[in-house]
């Protein structure tokens, strides 16, 4: 444990960034069914669009496509479970100095009330492996997924969720108190919340603005609980939360000003203006840009990822900025890019550093800075072929293979670590 609870004396911390349900493999949760149930859905959907707007060649060379449906099934995703030892040597390798990852909570309390020792004993080694190469755990208690009774339960929507989330949150803080000093108790509130609740995209699909609203009030809610809960356990711990922000970047005339305020509302500060008061940090997951002219997403689009979304580095500088206005520390434990063929990744991690670099030299209290992802993963409901990873898995054998990127970024690591990176 750091003799500097607060964390102002700890290095930069550099790493990337991981979820349980999208690496671990063999998961048994309300994802592991609703793939089950939804993949055939989704080829089809996938084929629809396909025929209208064909997927680049080199994504459809994968043995992962989506036009399979494999590629909407988690299973083994890359067997992080039993590879992490090795996963972490590669970050090792890297230069990381801290790694994001996140317990998963079906596997911790597969029941209500009974709580799985073997599976704490298995994240403790996790835990421990990184200890042991010298890099410093983030833990996330819940990135999406659900045990099944608590989505039986309502998930978020449930009366009870802030304290089913306590009480996990207290278990898993007791047995780790003494080897984890970071922790986030919920990702992306936003996002779970608009595509599990309003947008029908994620399990339970629902499609009520409403419900949307109360999901992000329960979540605000759950961070609370859990935070008092891990404090109880741990008092020096420090604990916040990782948030989903949009640069909305409002061009002249009231209208666009108006609107980026209301969005900024409902989307950026929704979460954090009821939760903030109980958090030593605030994560920030930043992936887009919203360009608003008189109305929303118009934007110029001269940079795009292998899904779709505009790259837009410059964003980062100003949610960061933006953000300082709660004083609390500022973490990006999330920013990355789709990029099979590995030909944007150096591009956006250099540039994206930039600006990162810029807001710090402003004065902004940034203190590490987590890419998506380690390696490449189960991107949800879009499955496999996605590839986010600084490491390139090949799923039918799990061989590892580190991408040019990823040793861009260790080079970018060190011009920051010595003071000379990219100061334009």
Known sequence: MSADPKGANDPFFFGAATSSHQVEGGTQNDWTEWERANAERLVRNAERRHAANPWEAHLLARHFTPLKIENYVSGAAADHYHRFREDFDIAQSLGHNAHRFSLEWSRIEPEEGRFDEREIEHYRAVIGALRERGMEPFVTLWHFTLPVWMAAKGGTLAKDFPECLARYAAVVARAFKN??????????????????????????????????????????????????????????????????????????????????????????????????????FIGINYYFHNQIHNWFDKNQNEWLSDFGWEIYPEGLYHVVRAIGKYGLPIYITENGVADASDRHRERFLREHLHWLRKAVDE????????????????????????????????????????????????????QWQRGTGEKK
Request: include cysteine; charge should be positive; aromatic fraction near 18%.
């Open 179 to 280: 080897d984890v000093r970071f922790w986030m108790t919920v990702n992306e509130p936003e996002i779970y919340s608009s595509k599990a609740h309003y947008k029908g995209d994620w399990p339970p699909q629902g499609r009520s603005f409403f419900a949307m609203l109360e999901s992000g009030r329960q979540c605000a809610r759950a961070h609370i609980a859990a935070y008092r809960a891990i404090k109880k356990e741990n008092p020096a711990a420090r604990v916040g939360a990782a948030t989903d922000l949009i640069y909305f970047d409002a061009q002249r005339g009231f209208v666009s000003h108006f609107l980026k305020f209301i969005a900024e509302r409902l989307w950026n500060t929704y979460f954090l203006r009821r939760a903030y008061r109980r958090m030593d």
């Open 363 to 414: 004065g902004a209290d940034v203190r590490g800075y987590f890419h998506w992802s380690l390696l490449d993963n189960f991107e949800w409901d879009s499955g496999f072929w996605p590839c986010f990873g600084l490491v390139e898995v090949d799923y039918k054998t799990q061989a590892r293979k580190i991408r040019p990127s990823a040793l861009a970024y260790k080079e970018l690591i060190e």
